[in-house]
Structures are given as C-alpha cells and as structure tokens.
C-alpha cells in the first residue's frame, strides 16, 4: 500500500485548503486513517483520525476549523481546512494503521502566511 497526499499550498490566514489523501491498494485491514502534521522544529502530531467504528478523533487545536471526510467504500480521504492560522503551518502526512503495522504517505506542505 501507497499513500499519495495532495492539496497543499500557500494560503493567508484566515483561507481555506483541503487535503486529499489516495491510497493505492487495498486499506480495509486497517483500523485507522488519517492526518498528522509536523512543524518545523516539532513533533509529529496527530491532526484528525477515523477509526472503524467510524468516530472521528480531532486534535483540540483544529476543533471546529477541520473536517475529517472520506468517500465510502474508496481509499480516499480529506481534510478540509477552515480558518487557517499560521499556526497551522506544517508539512500533513496521511497515515495508515493498525497496532504495529504504520504506513505514512509522503506529506504536503501547508504554509499560511499572516
């Protein structure tokens, strides 16, 4: 399994940007999908995940500004970001899980100039 992100760019406070994630291959023996970040000089952090009881777990930082989706029955999520703060600068990683087993994709880079 891949996992290919998109949809990141240069956006001012305040825009909006949504994130796509495709995965090639087949993701349904995973338990969990979703999207981290990492700042620079940060760790990575967990952004927004869906596990397959379907609840969605957000990070309190993006609570109300980003919506985790995903299309039913393809290996397709989003991460649509509203409100962007330049706290929100970050390359996103899309990711792939189930206990030991990780897979990331290769990230893109979110940039939000004040």
């Known amino acids: 399994v891949q996992l290919q992100a998109s949809g990141g760019g240069l956006v001012q406070a305040g825009g909006s940007l949504r994130l796509s994630c495709v995965a090639s291959?087949?993701?349904?023996?995973?338990?969990?999908i979703g999207w981290y970040r990492q700042a620079p000089g940060k760790e990575r952090e967990l952004v927004a995940d869906?596990?397959?009881?379907?609840?969605?777990r957000y990070a309190e930082s993006i609570q109300g500004r980003f919506t985790f989706s995903r299309e039913n029955g393809k290996s397709t999520w989003y991460l649509h970001m509203a409100s962007l703060k330049p706290e929100d600068t970050a390359v996103y990683y899309c990711?792939?899980?189930?206990?030991?087993?990780?897979?990331w994709g290769q990230g893109t880079l979110v940039t939000v100039s004040s």
């Open positions: 990711r792939v899980g189930r206990l030991e087993s990780v897979i």
């Open positions: 291959g087949r993701i349904s023996w995973f338990d969990n």
């Open positions: 869906i596990t397959t009881n379907g609840r969605v």
